[in-house]
Protein backbone atom coordinates (compact mmCIF):
# COMPACT_ATOMS: atom_id res chain seq x y z
CA UNK A 1 0.00 0.00 0.00
CA UNK A 2 1.33 3.18 -0.67
CA UNK A 3 2.42 5.62 2.33
CA UNK A 4 0.23 8.57 0.77
CA UNK A 5 -2.50 6.60 0.96
CA UNK A 6 -2.20 4.61 3.73
CA UNK A 7 -4.77 5.36 7.22
CA UNK A 8 -2.90 6.61 9.96
CA UNK A 9 -3.08 4.57 13.52
CA UNK A 10 -5.83 5.75 15.82
CA UNK A 11 -5.00 7.03 19.18
CA UNK A 12 -4.25 10.75 20.55
CA UNK A 13 -1.03 9.93 21.40
CA UNK A 14 0.31 9.92 17.96
CA UNK A 15 -1.94 12.99 17.09
CA UNK A 16 -1.31 15.69 19.80
CA UNK A 17 -3.12 18.63 17.55
CA UNK A 18 -6.14 16.80 16.81
CA UNK A 19 -8.42 18.89 18.75
CA UNK A 20 -7.06 22.20 16.96
CA UNK A 21 -7.23 20.83 13.40
CA UNK A 22 -10.35 23.01 12.12
CA UNK A 23 -9.10 25.69 13.92
CA UNK A 24 -5.62 26.13 12.53
CA UNK A 25 -5.51 24.04 9.67
CA UNK A 26 -8.87 24.76 7.54
CA UNK A 27 -7.65 25.03 4.51
CA UNK A 28 -6.19 21.15 4.50
CA UNK A 29 -8.02 18.92 3.03
CA UNK A 30 -6.93 15.51 1.52
CA UNK A 31 -3.59 13.62 1.98
CA UNK A 32 -2.71 14.32 -1.84
CA UNK A 33 -2.90 18.19 -0.93
CA UNK A 34 -0.44 17.94 1.75
CA UNK A 35 1.92 15.85 -0.43
CA UNK A 36 1.66 17.96 -3.61
CA UNK A 37 2.38 21.43 -1.91
CA UNK A 38 5.00 20.05 0.84
CA UNK A 39 6.68 18.51 -2.03
CA UNK A 40 6.59 21.36 -4.24
CA UNK A 41 8.67 23.69 -1.98
CA UNK A 42 11.15 20.96 -3.18
CA UNK A 43 11.55 22.46 -6.73
CA UNK A 44 14.57 24.52 -7.27
CA UNK A 45 13.89 28.36 -8.65
CA UNK A 46 16.37 31.34 -9.62
CA UNK A 47 15.63 32.70 -6.75
CA UNK A 48 16.54 29.91 -4.50
CA UNK A 49 19.98 29.74 -6.89
CA UNK A 50 20.67 33.81 -6.54
CA UNK A 51 20.11 33.26 -2.75
CA UNK A 52 22.43 29.91 -2.72
CA UNK A 53 24.86 32.22 -4.38
CA UNK A 54 25.16 35.17 -1.89
CA UNK A 55 25.76 32.55 0.73
CA UNK A 56 28.13 30.72 -0.67
CA UNK A 57 30.15 34.23 -1.59
CA UNK A 58 29.72 35.38 2.08
CA UNK A 59 31.48 31.80 2.76
CA UNK A 60 34.25 32.46 0.80
CA UNK A 61 34.68 35.74 2.36
CA UNK A 62 35.00 34.12 5.90
CA UNK A 63 37.54 31.17 4.19
CA UNK A 64 39.58 34.02 2.58
CA UNK A 65 39.85 36.08 5.68
CA UNK A 66 40.67 32.67 7.74
CA UNK A 67 43.64 31.79 5.65
CA UNK A 68 45.27 34.78 5.62
CA UNK A 69 44.99 34.77 9.80
CA UNK A 70 46.36 31.45 9.60
CA UNK A 71 49.08 33.00 7.77
CA UNK A 72 49.88 36.21 9.40
CA UNK A 73 48.95 34.89 13.22
CA UNK A 74 45.78 35.87 15.80
CA UNK A 75 46.76 39.45 15.53
CA UNK A 76 45.35 40.77 12.73
CA UNK A 77 41.94 39.80 14.41
CA UNK A 78 41.96 42.33 16.93
CA UNK A 79 43.08 40.93 19.47
CA UNK A 80 44.70 43.11 21.77
CA UNK A 81 45.56 43.18 25.19
CA UNK A 82 43.81 43.42 27.50
CA UNK A 83 40.85 42.33 25.41
CA UNK A 84 41.69 39.00 24.35
CA UNK A 85 38.55 37.83 23.08
CA UNK A 86 36.41 39.51 20.42
CA UNK A 87 33.89 38.78 17.62
CA UNK A 88 34.52 35.04 17.41
CA UNK A 89 33.52 33.93 21.15
CA UNK A 90 30.82 36.60 20.86
CA UNK A 91 29.78 34.58 17.64
CA UNK A 92 30.32 31.40 19.43
CA UNK A 93 27.63 31.89 21.92
CA UNK A 94 25.23 33.58 19.41
CA UNK A 95 25.35 30.85 17.03
CA UNK A 96 25.11 27.94 20.13
CA UNK A 97 22.18 30.22 21.51
CA UNK A 98 20.08 30.60 18.30
CA UNK A 99 20.42 26.11 17.82
CA UNK A 100 18.04 26.51 21.12
CA UNK A 101 14.95 27.23 19.53
CA UNK A 102 14.79 23.96 17.70
CA UNK A 103 15.01 21.88 21.06
CA UNK A 104 12.64 24.22 22.61
CA UNK A 105 10.29 23.62 19.85
CA UNK A 106 10.62 20.21 18.81
CA UNK A 107 10.63 18.61 22.34
CA UNK A 108 9.53 20.81 24.76
CA UNK A 109 5.67 22.12 22.88
CA UNK A 110 5.75 18.19 22.02
CA UNK A 111 5.65 17.52 25.52
CA UNK A 112 2.97 20.25 26.16
CA UNK A 113 1.29 19.14 23.09
CA UNK A 114 1.48 22.65 21.74
CA UNK A 115 -0.82 22.70 18.50
CA UNK A 116 1.23 25.42 16.66
CA UNK A 117 4.13 23.75 16.74
CA UNK A 118 3.52 21.77 14.23
CA UNK A 119 3.92 24.12 11.21
CA UNK A 120 7.91 25.33 12.26
CA UNK A 121 9.29 22.96 14.25
CA UNK A 122 10.79 21.18 10.83
CA UNK A 123 12.74 24.22 10.28
CA UNK A 124 13.66 24.87 13.51
CA UNK A 125 15.15 21.42 13.90
CA UNK A 126 17.22 21.68 10.94
CA UNK A 127 17.79 25.44 12.20
CA UNK A 128 19.47 24.03 15.70
CA UNK A 129 21.66 21.45 13.50
CA UNK A 130 23.09 23.87 10.88
CA UNK A 131 23.44 26.82 14.07
CA UNK A 132 25.16 24.12 16.22
CA UNK A 133 27.61 23.10 13.13
CA UNK A 134 28.22 27.04 12.43
CA UNK A 135 29.13 27.27 16.55
CA UNK A 136 31.31 24.42 16.72
CA UNK A 137 33.79 26.03 13.95
CA UNK A 138 34.49 29.31 16.27
CA UNK A 139 36.61 27.26 18.84
CA UNK A 140 38.77 26.03 16.52
CA UNK A 141 39.20 29.57 14.71
CA UNK A 142 40.22 30.67 18.28
CA UNK A 143 42.86 28.65 18.21
CA UNK A 144 46.32 29.96 16.81
CA UNK A 145 47.11 26.41 15.18
CA UNK A 146 43.72 25.21 14.08
CA UNK A 147 46.02 22.16 12.82
CA UNK A 148 46.05 21.26 16.58
CA UNK A 149 42.31 20.72 16.95
CA UNK A 150 42.06 17.36 18.34
CA UNK A 151 43.49 18.46 21.41
CA UNK A 152 40.15 19.65 22.25
CA UNK A 153 38.46 16.16 21.58
CA UNK A 154 37.83 14.73 25.25
CA UNK A 155 39.49 11.56 24.61
CA UNK A 156 40.64 9.63 27.53
CA UNK A 157 44.26 10.07 28.60
CA UNK A 158 46.00 9.03 32.26
CA UNK A 159 48.63 11.24 31.68
CA UNK A 160 46.52 14.54 31.99
CA UNK A 161 48.29 16.67 29.60
CA UNK A 162 45.16 17.01 26.79
CA UNK A 163 42.36 17.57 27.39
CA UNK A 164 42.75 20.17 30.36
CA UNK A 165 39.51 19.74 32.19
CA UNK A 166 39.93 23.41 33.37
CA UNK A 167 39.69 24.89 30.16
CA UNK A 168 36.14 26.73 28.51
CA UNK A 169 37.11 25.30 24.86
CA UNK A 170 36.93 21.57 26.52
CA UNK A 171 33.59 22.65 27.93
CA UNK A 172 32.26 24.09 25.14
CA UNK A 173 33.47 20.83 23.07
CA UNK A 174 31.43 18.74 25.10
CA UNK A 175 28.89 21.07 24.87
CA UNK A 176 28.79 21.11 20.98
CA UNK A 177 29.06 17.24 20.17
CA UNK A 178 26.33 16.26 22.72
CA UNK A 179 23.76 19.15 21.32
CA UNK A 180 24.67 18.51 18.01
CA UNK A 181 24.55 14.54 18.29
CA UNK A 182 20.99 15.00 20.04
CA UNK A 183 19.76 17.40 17.99
CA UNK A 184 20.62 15.65 14.63
CA UNK A 185 19.02 11.82 15.80
CA UNK A 186 16.01 13.82 16.56
CA UNK A 187 15.88 15.74 13.15
CA UNK A 188 16.56 12.32 11.70
CA UNK A 189 14.03 10.30 13.33
CA UNK A 190 11.14 12.81 12.78
CA UNK A 191 12.08 12.51 8.96
CA UNK A 192 11.96 8.63 8.90
CA UNK A 193 8.03 8.86 7.98
CA UNK A 194 8.48 11.62 5.22
CA UNK A 195 11.56 9.90 3.54
CA UNK A 196 9.45 6.60 3.28
CA UNK A 197 6.56 9.30 1.16
CA UNK A 198 9.36 10.81 -1.33
CA UNK A 199 10.67 7.34 -1.40
CA UNK A 200 7.36 6.08 -2.87
CA UNK A 201 6.67 9.68 -5.18
CA UNK A 202 10.16 9.11 -6.58
CA UNK A 203 10.64 8.40 -10.16
CA UNK A 204 14.24 8.86 -10.30
CA UNK A 205 15.90 5.50 -9.26
CA UNK A 206 19.54 7.08 -7.63
CA UNK A 207 17.16 9.28 -5.04
CA UNK A 208 14.62 6.26 -4.85
CA UNK A 209 17.26 4.48 -3.61
CA UNK A 210 18.29 7.11 -1.06
CA UNK A 211 14.75 7.55 0.32
CA UNK A 212 14.41 4.06 0.57
CA UNK A 213 17.77 3.86 2.64
CA UNK A 214 17.11 6.94 4.77
CA UNK A 215 13.42 5.76 5.63
CA UNK A 216 14.78 2.61 7.28
CA UNK A 217 12.17 0.28 5.27
CA UNK A 218 9.43 2.22 6.74
CA UNK A 219 5.34 0.88 5.61
CA UNK A 220 3.51 2.57 7.72
CA UNK A 221 2.39 -0.28 9.96
CA UNK A 222 0.68 0.07 13.32
CA UNK A 223 3.55 -1.80 14.83
CA UNK A 224 5.95 1.17 13.27
CA UNK A 225 3.70 3.64 14.49
CA UNK A 226 3.59 2.73 17.78
CA UNK A 227 7.41 2.25 17.85
CA UNK A 228 8.12 5.74 16.20
CA UNK A 229 5.59 7.41 18.94
CA UNK A 230 7.70 6.08 22.02
CA UNK A 231 10.97 7.26 20.53
CA UNK A 232 9.79 10.32 19.53
CA UNK A 233 8.06 10.97 23.10
CA UNK A 234 11.76 9.61 24.40
CA UNK A 235 14.32 11.64 22.56
CA UNK A 236 11.62 14.66 23.56
CA UNK A 237 11.95 13.95 26.95
CA UNK A 238 15.76 13.17 26.88
CA UNK A 239 16.30 16.75 24.46
CA UNK A 240 14.80 18.88 26.95
CA UNK A 241 17.20 19.03 29.75
CA UNK A 242 19.97 20.29 26.90
CA UNK A 243 17.95 23.52 26.83
CA UNK A 244 18.81 23.87 30.66
CA UNK A 245 22.07 22.26 30.16
CA UNK A 246 24.08 23.10 26.83
CA UNK A 247 23.63 26.65 27.23
CA UNK A 248 24.39 26.39 30.83
CA UNK A 249 27.71 24.89 30.43
CA UNK A 250 28.53 27.71 27.78
CA UNK A 251 27.72 30.19 30.65
CA UNK A 252 30.43 28.90 32.97
CA UNK A 253 32.90 29.87 30.60
CA UNK A 254 32.44 33.22 32.25
CA UNK A 255 30.72 33.07 35.33
CA UNK A 256 33.58 30.38 37.05
CA UNK A 257 35.86 33.64 36.39
CA UNK A 258 36.02 36.31 39.21
CA UNK A 259 35.93 39.03 36.71
CA UNK A 260 33.52 42.11 37.05
CA UNK A 261 30.28 41.19 35.91
CA UNK A 262 30.87 37.53 34.72
CA UNK A 263 30.96 36.04 38.36
CA UNK A 264 27.29 35.56 39.05
CA UNK A 265 25.27 32.88 39.78
CA UNK A 266 22.21 33.78 37.53
CA UNK A 267 24.20 33.60 34.48
CA UNK A 268 23.05 29.90 33.64
CA UNK A 269 19.21 30.39 33.58
CA UNK A 270 19.93 34.20 31.91
CA UNK A 271 22.06 32.45 29.35
CA UNK A 272 19.19 29.72 28.74
CA UNK A 273 16.61 32.66 28.19
CA UNK A 274 18.78 34.77 26.28
CA UNK A 275 19.38 31.63 23.78
CA UNK A 276 15.89 30.44 23.20
CA UNK A 277 14.94 34.32 22.53
CA UNK A 278 17.65 34.77 20.32
CA UNK A 279 16.84 31.43 18.58
CA UNK A 280 12.98 32.35 17.99
CA UNK A 281 14.03 35.28 16.84
CA UNK A 282 15.56 33.14 13.85
CA UNK A 283 13.00 30.91 13.37
CA UNK A 284 10.71 34.23 12.68
CA UNK A 285 13.35 35.60 10.24
CA UNK A 286 13.60 31.60 8.48
CA UNK A 287 10.33 30.99 8.64
CA UNK A 288 8.20 34.09 7.45
CA UNK A 289 10.06 34.54 4.01
CA UNK A 290 9.10 30.75 3.13
CA UNK A 291 5.94 31.03 4.32
CA UNK A 292 5.32 33.88 1.42
CA UNK A 293 7.61 32.27 -1.03
CA UNK A 294 6.30 29.06 -1.09
CA UNK A 295 2.93 30.12 -0.42
CA UNK A 296 2.42 27.69 2.94
CA UNK A 297 -0.18 30.94 4.50
CA UNK A 298 -2.66 27.45 5.23
CA UNK A 299 0.10 25.52 6.56
CA UNK A 300 2.19 28.22 8.90
CA UNK A 301 -1.46 30.31 9.64
CA UNK A 302 -1.47 33.33 11.54
CA UNK A 303 -2.60 31.68 14.54
CA UNK A 304 0.96 29.60 14.62
CA UNK A 305 2.45 32.84 14.31
CA UNK A 306 0.08 34.83 16.80
CA UNK A 307 1.42 31.46 19.36
CA UNK A 308 4.82 31.67 18.50
CA UNK A 309 4.54 35.69 19.48
CA UNK A 310 3.19 35.53 22.63
CA UNK A 311 5.92 33.01 23.32
CA UNK A 312 8.55 35.34 22.24
CA UNK A 313 7.08 38.36 24.26
CA UNK A 314 7.51 35.85 27.84
CA UNK A 315 10.75 34.74 26.69
CA UNK A 316 11.80 38.80 25.83
CA UNK A 317 9.90 39.95 29.46
CA UNK A 318 12.18 37.26 31.08
CA UNK A 319 15.30 38.45 29.51
CA UNK A 320 14.33 41.74 30.64
CA UNK A 321 14.14 40.83 34.37
CA UNK A 322 17.78 38.96 33.89
CA UNK A 323 18.54 42.38 32.69
CA UNK A 324 17.62 44.20 35.62
CA UNK A 325 18.70 41.63 38.32
CA UNK A 326 22.11 41.95 36.57
CA UNK A 327 21.83 46.28 37.21
CA UNK A 328 20.94 45.00 40.88
CA UNK A 329 23.60 43.48 41.47
CA UNK A 330 26.09 45.59 40.31
CA UNK A 331 24.37 47.88 42.83
CA UNK A 332 24.14 46.07 45.48
CA UNK A 333 27.75 44.59 45.14
CA UNK A 334 29.23 46.70 47.88
CA UNK A 335 32.26 46.71 45.68
CA UNK A 336 33.76 49.45 43.95
CA UNK A 337 35.00 46.91 40.27
CA UNK A 338 31.11 45.77 40.00
CA UNK A 339 30.06 49.27 40.47
CA UNK A 340 32.38 50.94 38.13
CA UNK A 341 31.99 48.45 35.57
CA UNK A 342 28.57 48.84 35.32
CA UNK A 343 28.54 52.69 34.94
CA UNK A 344 31.17 52.16 32.25
CA UNK A 345 29.08 49.60 30.55
CA UNK A 346 25.34 51.41 30.55
CA UNK A 347 26.82 54.97 30.67
CA UNK A 348 30.47 55.48 29.49
CA UNK A 349 32.54 53.70 27.04
CA UNK A 350 30.26 50.82 25.97
CA UNK A 351 26.73 52.70 26.27
CA UNK A 352 26.04 52.52 22.98
CA UNK A 353 25.77 48.61 22.39
CA UNK A 354 24.14 48.07 25.72
CA UNK A 355 21.32 50.49 24.79
CA UNK A 356 21.05 48.87 21.40
CA UNK A 357 20.42 45.44 23.20
CA UNK A 358 18.06 47.23 25.82
CA UNK A 359 16.10 48.80 22.64
CA UNK A 360 15.86 45.81 20.85
CA UNK A 361 15.72 43.32 23.22
CA UNK A 362 13.17 44.55 25.61
CA UNK A 363 11.28 47.89 24.36
CA UNK A 364 10.74 46.94 20.78
CA UNK A 365 8.66 43.62 21.88
CA UNK A 366 6.92 45.22 24.13
CA UNK A 367 4.73 45.36 20.73
CA UNK A 368 3.91 42.21 20.84
CA UNK A 369 1.42 42.89 23.14
CA UNK A 370 -0.66 44.26 20.54
CA UNK A 371 -2.45 41.11 18.51
CA UNK A 372 -2.70 43.31 15.71
CA UNK A 373 1.11 43.73 15.39
CA UNK A 374 1.57 39.56 16.88
CA UNK A 375 -0.66 38.49 13.56
CA UNK A 376 1.61 40.73 11.40
CA UNK A 377 3.98 39.27 9.25
CA UNK A 378 5.71 42.16 7.83
CA UNK A 379 6.49 42.95 11.75
CA UNK A 380 7.24 40.31 12.97
CA UNK A 381 10.04 39.58 10.25
CA UNK A 382 11.64 43.24 11.18
CA UNK A 383 11.30 42.44 14.69
CA UNK A 384 12.78 39.65 14.20
CA UNK A 385 16.11 41.32 12.69
CA UNK A 386 16.00 43.79 15.44
CA UNK A 387 15.61 40.52 18.25
CA UNK A 388 19.05 39.23 16.28
CA UNK A 389 21.10 42.37 16.07
CA UNK A 390 19.87 42.50 19.79
CA UNK A 391 20.84 39.25 21.24
CA UNK A 392 24.64 39.42 19.39
CA UNK A 393 25.29 42.64 20.96
CA UNK A 394 24.43 41.30 24.18
CA UNK A 395 26.62 38.62 23.65
CA UNK A 396 29.04 41.39 23.05
CA UNK A 397 28.36 43.48 25.88
CA UNK A 398 29.28 40.22 28.28
CA UNK A 399 32.65 40.03 27.45
CA UNK A 400 33.95 43.07 25.90
CA UNK A 401 33.20 45.78 28.43
CA UNK A 402 34.57 43.05 31.26
CA UNK A 403 37.35 42.43 29.25
CA UNK A 404 38.68 46.09 28.45
CA UNK A 405 37.14 47.32 32.48
CA UNK A 406 39.07 45.00 34.73
CA UNK A 407 40.50 45.70 38.27
CA UNK A 408 43.50 47.74 37.67
CA UNK A 409 43.12 50.94 36.04
CA UNK A 410 46.13 50.72 34.36
CA UNK A 411 44.90 47.97 32.31
CA UNK A 412 42.15 49.29 31.01
CA UNK A 413 41.60 49.33 27.22
CA UNK A 414 39.38 49.31 24.04
CA UNK A 415 38.74 46.76 21.37
CA UNK A 416 38.24 47.22 17.70
CA UNK A 417 37.12 44.38 15.48
CA UNK A 418 39.63 44.36 12.29
CA UNK A 419 38.38 43.20 8.87
CA UNK A 420 39.14 39.67 9.17
CA UNK A 421 37.27 39.37 12.56
CA UNK A 422 34.00 40.84 10.22
CA UNK A 423 35.19 38.58 7.21
CA UNK A 424 34.93 35.71 9.43
CA UNK A 425 31.78 36.73 11.13
CA UNK A 426 30.39 37.13 7.65
CA UNK A 427 31.23 33.64 6.37
CA UNK A 428 29.57 31.95 9.31
CA UNK A 429 26.18 33.26 8.25
CA UNK A 430 27.24 32.21 4.67
CA UNK A 431 27.98 28.89 5.99
CA UNK A 432 24.55 28.94 8.57
CA UNK A 433 22.45 29.63 5.34
CA UNK A 434 23.81 27.55 2.48
CA UNK A 435 23.40 24.43 4.83
CA UNK A 436 19.89 25.82 5.42
CA UNK A 437 19.11 26.59 1.94
CA UNK A 438 20.68 23.11 0.51
CA UNK A 439 18.48 21.47 3.40
CA UNK A 440 14.84 22.73 1.92
CA UNK A 441 15.31 21.85 -1.93
CA UNK A 442 16.45 18.03 -0.19
CA UNK A 443 14.00 17.90 2.35
CA UNK A 444 10.39 18.49 3.74
CA UNK A 445 10.53 21.39 5.78
CA UNK A 446 7.34 20.81 7.43
CA UNK A 447 6.00 17.34 8.72
CA UNK A 448 3.90 16.05 5.86
CA UNK A 449 2.50 13.13 8.00
CA UNK A 450 1.72 15.43 10.80
CA UNK A 451 -0.27 17.45 8.57
CA UNK A 452 -2.33 14.53 7.42
CA UNK A 453 -2.25 12.98 10.96
CA UNK A 454 -5.03 15.82 11.24
CA UNK A 455 -7.28 14.84 8.50
CA UNK A 456 -8.99 11.98 9.40
CA UNK A 457 -10.05 13.77 12.30
CA UNK A 458 -11.84 16.24 10.36
CA UNK A 459 -13.69 14.30 8.15
CA UNK A 460 -14.84 12.22 11.59
CA UNK A 461 -16.23 15.25 12.67
CA UNK A 462 -18.31 16.23 10.15
CA UNK A 463 -19.30 12.81 9.76
CA UNK A 464 -20.53 12.79 12.85
CA UNK A 465 -21.88 16.52 12.07
CA UNK A 466 -23.69 14.97 8.90
CA UNK A 467 -25.34 12.16 11.34
CA UNK A 468 -26.77 14.47 13.60
CA UNK A 469 -28.59 16.18 11.28
Known amino acids: ?106 AILYLFRAGFRTSIYRVSEAMTVFAVM ?72 IRKRLFATLSLGWRNSDKEWRHFARAYLFLAAFATPLVLSVHSVVSFDFAMANMPGWHETIFPPYFVAGAIYSGLGMVFTIVIPMRKYFKLEHYITLNDLDAAAKMCLFVSMVVGLAYLTEFQMGYLAGTSFEQEYWWNRTFGQWWWAEWIILICNCVLPMSLFSQKLRRNPAWLFILSIFINIGMWFERFTIIVPTLSHEFEPWQWGGYRPTWVDMGILIGSFGWFFMWFLLFIKQMPTMAMTEFKELIPARMAKSHAGGGAH
Not at 79 to 102: D, E, K, L, R, T
Open 1 to 106: MATTAAPFPSGEELRPNVASADVHFPAIKTYEQVDEEIINTLRPSLAWFGLLTLAILALLIGAGSWIYQIYAGLGVAGYAPPVMWGVYIVSFVFWVGIGHAGTLIS
Open 134 to 205: TAGLFPILHLGRPWKFFYLIPYPNWRLIWPNPKSPLVWDVFAILTYLTVSATFLYIGLIPDFAIMRDREKNP
